[in-house]
């Protein structure tokens, strides 16, 4: 029998998609209008037919196009719907967790939006099954859904995840070029500062590779330079301390107010609303403090982050090359697996994803065996136990 918190969740879901279905309707008939009208601009294509289908679309987009007071209604009632979701059910709960990153791929601007919105507070910021989820939708046709699914991992504490890494680059063997090159948006998205050397130097050209010489150099001088700056920073601003601690509490109180519902039951939906503004400013507030405390906001820590942009643009350039060969992107996901530390261990799922059309065999135990890391000759001599299979990905 389901449970009390199931039914309530399916309830709640069901209110949602209601919603949606309003929402995404004027969105999926412009879809449906641009495409005719790309049709009628080919050659040999009978047009009679098309061009009354477009004004049947046409009219009945006229029927339901909503006004900007509508949207605006809309969009207010699926925050309600989330809010609820938020209180009646546990954090990670996989069903809520399933529809929201669902409505990435909904027709509707506003519907993805929201879903971006929400998604770390049904799902929380470090949660594995929703990030193999959005992972998921990297390899949408749909180039909106594949955009918010890269923004969606942005959001969540997805930096130097070598589990999700894997999971994008399961998708990375697509034959849409376009695709391929959004999903390496997403892989650099999750990777580190030493992941994008690491790609330069193994897929770079020789000229890239000569300007990381000088780009890693120039870093560490900046970075030395900051610091400097931090602690000086740090010794004439320790008045700002007080006001770190008391924006501080006042974001903690909010918070805490935000999460007690019977201060949200207590209070008209204005009152809340300004609450969730005043918390959105005092936490930008309390940011701008804290930097001056710690000396991050200095323009010397901005020169150190302009370096660290550099390195990744370098970064992009070299894995957009790559994949956008068609004969050298799987060697690139070979070289990726093994040189990136800590990504060699999910070499075997990496594998799975990848199409092994380039090797002599279509097994996939061969392409198991090209992507897993190499084991030393000491160690095969010595008859020790071969590298870990890797863990099992839910993508």
């Known amino acids: ?23 995404s309707r004027p969105a999926e008939l412009e879809l449906r209008r641009d495409a005719i009208a790309q049709k009628l601009t080919r050659r040999g294509v009978d047009k009679k037919p ?3 289908e477009y004004d049947e ?3 009945e987009l006229k029927a339901c196009r909503l006004t900007q007071e509508q949207r605006t209604l809309i969009e207010g009632q699926m925050e309600a719907v989330m809010d609820c979701l938020c209180h009646v059910v546990p954090q990670g709960h996989e069903t809520a967790i399933d529809r929201v990153v669902s409505c990435l791929e909904d027709a509707s601007f506003d519907v993805r939006m929201t879903s971006l919105k929400n998604i770390v507070r049904i799902a929380g910021k470090s949660s594995k099954y929703a990030k193999g989820c959005i992972a998921m939708r990297l390899s949408s046709s749909n180039t909106f859904t594949r955009w918010s699914a890269a923004e969606c991992l942005l959001v969540m504490d997805c930096k130097g995840d070598r589990e999700l890494l894997s999971q994008v680059l399961v998708h990375i063997d697509n034959p849409d070029r376009f695709i391929r090159q959004d999903i390496v948006g997403a892989m650099v998205g999750v990777m580190v500062e030493e992941d994008f050397k690491v790609v330069v130097r193994h897929l770079g ?3 890239m590779i000569e300007e990381l010489k000088r780009l890693t150099e120039d870093g560490e001088d900046l970075r030395r330079k900051a610091e400097e700056k931090a602690t000086k920073v740090k010794e004439s601003n320790k008045p700002f301390r007080k006001e770190v601690r008391r924006l501080q509490e006042h974001v903690d109180a909010a918070k805490r107010d935000l999460a007690d519902q019977r201060w949200l039951d207590a209070n008209p939906c ?35 982050e302009d370096n660290v942009h550099d390195i ?22 070979h070289v990726l697996t093994n040189q990136i530390p800590g990504l060699a261990e999910y070499a075997n799922n990496i594998a799975g994803g990848v199409s092994t059309s380039w090797m002599s065999s279509s097994s996939v135990s061969k392409a198991k065996g090209a992507f897993a890391p190499k084991r030393s000759t000491a160690s095969s001599k010595s008859g020790a136990p071969s590298v870990s299979q890797g863990k099992n990905l839910v993508v």
């Open 50 to 52: 098309l061009l009354k």
């Open 57 to 59: 679309v046409e009219e």
């Open 1 to 23: 029998e389901e449970s009390v918190m199931d039914v309530t969740v399916k309830e709640v879901l069901r209110f949602l998609a209601d919603i949606m279905a309003v929402a």
């Open 270 to 304: 204005l009152i809340v609303s300004q609450r969730k503004e005043g918390l959105l400013k005092a936490i930008k507030e309390l940011k701008e403090a804290r930097g001056r405390v710690d000396g991050s906001n200095t323009p010397e820590w901005e020169a150190v």
């Open 205 to 207: 050209t020789s000229a």
């Open 312 to 333: 990744k643009a370098l970064a992009v350039d070299a894995l957009q090359s790559k994949y956008g060969d068609e004969k050298g992107r799987r060697g690139a996901t």
